[in-house]
């Protein structure tokens, strides 16, 4: 099948994004399903699943347009220590056609929603898909006086935390083979895993924390140092605001597209041809010099003021405290930092009952002041109490909380959040599972610095002695912003290469990408058709002979 699909989708609610994947995948199923019917759906109601799993039905219908079982249902309903109600709310979709294969969708932002179960083509192939909502609903109305903190309020509740952290993928797994065994008489012969953002970050969990449960997990962009990365958010905002308190005024888009232009003049032809591309970005990162840029006298479209040239350069260099210790990690420059998607996370949003402030500046500073922080931080939820709590974030005294614990809360946001190897990668019950891992991450992503996810690659390949790749692989995409977007070969058929390396043994030694052509971030002298091979890290798309525009003329070579 040609790819058709981009591979994630946005749903905005007003707390938050969510991100999850789309799949699309060739692989035809050799596996024949059971007979379903209608009866097998609605007798979902009515079945004796049992006690232990604490599940309750709430629905079973039959879509009969698209040919499938609907379930919906809660599992834990209780109430927390905070007096509100929690439960892990979710939603099956069996199609009526299974292919004996099962995928848990996992989605963004701070959860709290459950997206429909399609995993965007998925179930429409045949797949079982799952959907939670991670044990907290971010639409509760007991929760709407809070305003734009209202879907972090979970984080008052320790058990939520460690639902929305990793115990709730432990807990809906199994329940979700219940399921599949009750309706369709047949266990999965197949379980996947897929998602991207936090998303991508419950898929790094599971691959160290359940290693057993997954045949196949596909990663987006994780934000799998999430406590971390929510701490770049104070930094970003202070940064920001040593040039102008009025944050979409700091850098305006000619000044990005400046900068960005710059990156592109002094590295693009590092790969062998100039053609909008960074694919040499370490490379890039000994050549590119942000002082290159800086006004002579007094600013003009064609430079930087000195405290602008200051303020970025800090950003880039990421957080630190008074000893000039690391508390996350820096980033490196790309071609895709003057790309509408990289303002919207970093200098200023297009909603005005946000008073158009960043997304960091919303839901990343509810997140950071309510879950990653222990004690939780009770901030008001509007924009201007949000940006406060990040303008006067101190990063000697308040970045250690993302590691403290306090009274009934056990476990401090790095270890309900992170992967419990996060700082040594093993993977060692996955790979003795022989689970397959596939991880994409755009090289311009504005909200988890690749360079994080690069350096825990090679880490976990160091671990296996440089056979990492025989199990798990990196993809690094040029351009690309978080999940998708950016000036970049974004649409890539990811899950049809884990299905095809899981069921067929077929490990991937490219990912064939093209250009999404309605993408408003292609450069006027793109091709509509432009198609680049993504290399498994530590290699690199090079350019040898032929039209640019085609992957063919690519090799992938170490760099």
């Not at 039959?62 to 109430?79: H, K």
């Not at 199609?95 to 399609?118: C, H, I, K």
């Not at 996947?192 to 990663?219: P, Q, T």
């Amino acid at each position: 099948m040609q790819h058709s699909f981009c591979h994630r989708f946005f749903a905005f609610n007003r707390n938050a994004i969510l991100v999850s994947l789309l799949f699309a995948t060739s692989i035809s199923p050799a596996w024949a399903a059971p007979a379903t019917s209608a009866k097998n759906c609605t007798a979902l109601m009515e079945y004796k699943f049992p006690s232990s799993l604490h599940l309750v039905v709430q629905n079973a219908t039959v879509n009969e347009a698209d040919a499938f079982c609907q379930l919906n249902g809660i599992v834990n309903s209780r109430t927390g220590i905070d007096g509100k109600h929690y439960g892990i709310e979710f939603e099956m979709r069996l199609p009526l056609s299974w292919n004996g294969r099962f995928v848990y969708q996992m989605n963004g932002g701070n959860d709290g929603t459950v997206v429909p179960a399609e995993g965007g083509s998925a179930r429409a192939q045949g797949y079982a898909v799952l959907s939670t909502n991670a044990g907290h609903s971010g639409n509760a109305a007991e929760n709407q006086q809070y305003g734009l903190a209202a879907g972090n309020r979970f984080g008052l509740d320790p058990q939520a935390r460690d639902d929305y952290g990793y115990a709730a993928t432990a807990t809906m797994t199994p329940i979700a083979h219940h399921i599949i065994k009750a309706f369709y008489g047949a266990s999965a012969e197949y379980t996947y895993l897929a998602g991207c953002s936090n998303g991508g970050r419950h898929g790094m969990v599971a691959a160290s924390r359940y290693g057993d449960m997954f045949d196949g997990i596909l990663v987006g962009a994780p934000g799998f140092n999430l406590p971390k990365s929510a701490v770049q958010h104070a930094w970003d905002i202070q940064s920001t605001q040593q040039v102008d308190p009025q944050l979409r005024n700091a850098f305006s888009r000619s000044d990005m597209k400046l900068l960005a232009n710059k990156v592109i003049e002094m590295c693009d032809g590092l790969d062998g041809i100039k053609d909008g591309l960074v694919n040499k970005v370490r490379h890039c990162q000994d050549v590119f010099d942000i002082n290159s840029l800086r006004c002579d006298k007094q600013k003009t479209a064609s430079c930087l003021t000195d405290v602008q040239i200051k303020s970025f350069a800090r950003m880039m260099s990421g957080p630190k405290n008074s000893k000039g210790q690391s508390l996350y990690n820096h980033w490196w420059y790309d071609a895709g930092i003057a790309d509408d998607d990289w303002r919207f996370w970093k200098f200023e949003s297009p909603i005005p009952a946000w008073n158009n402030h960043p997304l960091i500046a919303t839901m990343g500073a509810g997140s950071l002041a309510y879950l990653f922080t222990t004690p939780a931080t009770e901030v008001e939820g509007t924009p201007e109490k949000l940006l406060q709590f990040l303008s006067e974030f101190d990063f000697d005294r308040d970045a250690p909380k993302i590691y403290a614990t306090h009274g009934k809360f056990k476990k401090s946001a790095m270890e309900y959040m992170t992967p419990p190897d996060v700082d040594n990668p093993r993977l060692t019950k996955f790979y003795k599972n022989d689970g397959k891992l596939i991880i994409y991450h755009g090289q311009s992503d504005p909200v988890f610095t690749t360079v994080d996810i690069v350096e825990w690659y090679e880490k976990l390949n160091k671990n296996y002695a440089g056979q990492a790749q025989d199990f798990a692989r990196l993809f690094v995409v040029p351009g690309m912003n978080h999940c998708s977007g950016g000036p970049a070969t974004d649409q890539f058929d990811a899950f049809g290469a884990l299905v095809a390396w899981v069921e067929k043994g077929e490990a991937p030694a490219t990912l064939t990408a093209t250009v999404n052509p309605e993408n408003k971030s292609l450069p006027a002298d793109w091709s509509k058709t432009r198609s680049r091979p993504l290399c498994p890290w530590p290699s690199v798309a090079i350019y040898k002979a032929g039209d640019i525009e085609v992957a063919s003329s690519f090799a992938c070579e170490v760099h």
